[in-house]
């Protein structure tokens, strides 16, 4: 065997880098679904490790603690929610009256639960009432998470507004901040119930709340 075949071919920094970020991402993803199906007291650093295929003793490469790595996993789903609330509420979706919009987010969202046997509600819900006692860091990232889903919201209403979809003194805020707090309490009782009624109904309610046709 030539020398220079059994030497591996050295990486780029920029390949490691790559390697590096890829590995973490996997712990992130690992971590979302650990937490969300069995939460985030139950999911040890091990059980996140096997999922993800990392060897143990790695996990402090990535992450300086679990305190670290939970707010990364928060900030995982956050980025994750927001895509999808973007694809439902965005400027790509505002050419859509808002109840075919609602639609849209009821049916992407009942059929991922469903996929996946009504194991897996919603993070931020679960681990703000988990966590949100224990942990100042969570604590502030959940809270900015639901504003910014409220801020999405409220933007589509606003617009929906503007084009004659809702009455003229709505309070698009005050509606966007109601709705979620509604579909916290729905998520959860979907995933007790293992079926999308309370889902569906959230969204009739919100519609006859907003005078929606």
Known sequence: MPRDAAVA????????????????ERLVRAGIVAALERGW???GVDTVLRSAGVPKGSFYH??????????AVIDGYQAYFLHRLERCFGAGAQGRPIAVQLDDFLAVSAEGMARHGWRRGCLVGALGQELAGLHEGFRERLLASLTQWE??????LLAARARGELPPATDCRRAARSFWA????????ARLARDGAPLREVIEDFRRLVAID
């Open 62 to 71: 990535y992450f300086d603690s679990k305190d670290a790595f939970g707010e």
């Open 9 to 24: 071919p050295r990486r780029s920094h920029a390949e490691r880098g790559t390697a590096r970020e890829g590995t973490r």
């Open 182 to 189: 509604a579909w916290e309490g729905a998520v959860l009782r």
């Open 41 to 43: 007291a139950a999911s």
């Open 151 to 156: 801020q999405v919201l409220e933007a589509a």
